[in-house]
């Protein structure tokens, strides 16, 4: 989509660089976004594609380049200059103040300089620019009472009104159903088409096609696809740019399922304190072999997975594994007797993101004194442990001392894989393993699950990518409402069989 002739574009950036702590993050990038479109940002973990917007955007510095906004040199020392300027930015993890309402935000990101005084005119605002794009937000809810998706709307309506007409999305379906995705979707298609711009960061190709202009490919730092017209572009060949080389794909573990592993009998947990909860839920997980559980999210996918790493108490049920019967274990008991998880939120229970990479990685052995005792702890062992680690799961651009918090999706998750998936794992509960990954990193650990189910260890892997699911399972169950509503081997399963269960309870 081109501007009119003699327009100047919505962003321009010409010869980005950005080094932390002496690495290079972006090496000579170059990104223009005109009015009117949509522009797709693809790229794999740690390709650069957020710091390159937030290098726009105001929140690092450049080391090098220059950039315009509407024909305008800038180089916004902050996000609210930036936003002034018309650039604002919506962020993976959400940047609201969760105690206050939707409305006290905006007057908040407003600031003293705004004409605007009062929560109850900040609420008029975000009531009639709500209306006028079409995004339902409420003003009046607290935030810590928002859904991801009612968040993720306040956030944009939030930006809109600080004074973006170029607004910048971050992943922001990673966080969605399909549902919500295409509801988002449609709306930056249609804010873009009002004379707005927009850019998407995503890691979803069907995305790209469906809703995006142009596309831009970051690689190592550098673009090496500078805004290509989508239409007539394939998936194939926006995969090699990504990764600059061919992928070898994956399949199902090679081999044969063995003795009973994991037995889960009746299940329950209470559905009024715990969201969905769970109903006589009745699983059997086998060594060598991943039992994969499809279903929409929120229908007790995290109240299971809480209840067998031992973070909530089910009411009543029995968690047997190798022989005991774990329910009333603590998490530390659970992981002695071989199981670990991966959550689906990393950060939430998972990591601890102000911690280092090498604590993050000896969190869970440190209790078992791998590391000496709580008073003189073995730092350089854990730092020697942290480098091969790093080195075994090529964990880009870390060091053992760097904070987790500065990882990407996709290292973030290789260093939660290169701890669960040591020494003594016999159960694996792995959850949306690779949500908010690249290809390359999903690929990545899609292996590393494989491998470890082809030397013994049973995984349980609920995911709702249907296509993870069939990807990797031996035998396909589906939840529904806090249960599993039917189980076959992945062979049998259609889309046909999932529909019906999925309807048979709806
Ligand atoms: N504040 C920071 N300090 C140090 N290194 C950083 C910081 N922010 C990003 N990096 C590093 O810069 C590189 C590019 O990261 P960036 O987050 O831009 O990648 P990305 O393409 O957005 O990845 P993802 O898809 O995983 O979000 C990575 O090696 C990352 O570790």
Known sequence: ????????????????????????ALEDADFTLEWGEVHAIVGENGAGKSTLMNVATGVYAADSGHQSIDGAAIAPRSPTEATVAGLGMVH?????????????????????????RSASEAAALVSAKSAEIGLPVDPHRIVADLSIADRQRAEIVKVLLLGARILVLDEPTAVLTEDEARALLDFVRRLARQGNAVVLITHKFREVAAFCDRITIMRHGKTVLSGAQVEGISEEE????????????????????GA???????????????????????????EAEVLGIAGVGGNGQEELVACLGGLLRPASGEIILGGL?????????????????????????????ELSIADNMALTSVSEGAFGGPLFLRRDGMRRKAEMMIDAFDIRGATPERSAALLSGGNAQKVLLSRELGPGMKVLVAHSPSRGLDMKATQFVRTAIRQAVESGAACLLIS????????????????????????????????EWIGALLAGHA
């Open 260 to 286: 009973l592993r994991l037995s889960i009998k009746a299940l329950s947990l209470s559905a009024r304190a715990h969201g969905q909860g769970l109903h006589n839920l009745e699983l059997e997980l086998r």
């Open 464 to 495: 709702e990518d249907l296509q993870e699911v069939l990807s990797l399972s031996h035998r396909v169950a589906v939840m529904n409402r806090g249960t599993i509503v039917g189980c076959r081997a992945a062979d049998d399963v259609t889309p």
């Open 92 to 116: 993976q993890h959400f940047r609201l103040v969760e105690s206050f309402t939707v409305a006290e935000n905006v007057l908040l990101g407003l600031g003293k300089k705004s004409r605007v």
């Open 238 to 257: 926006v995969a090699r740019l990504i990764v600059g080389e061919t992928l070898a794909t994956g399949g199902r573990p090679d081999s044969q399922p």
């Open 325 to 353: 019967d774990i329910v009333a274990g603590t998490p530390h008991e659970r992981r002695r007797a071989g199981l670990r998880v991966i959550p689906s939120d990393r950060f939430a229970t998972g990591m601890i993101r």
């Open 1 to 24: 989509m081109d501007s009119l002739p003699g327009t100047p574009p919505a962003l321009d950036m010409q010869g980005i660089g950005k080094a932390f702590d002496g690495k290079p």
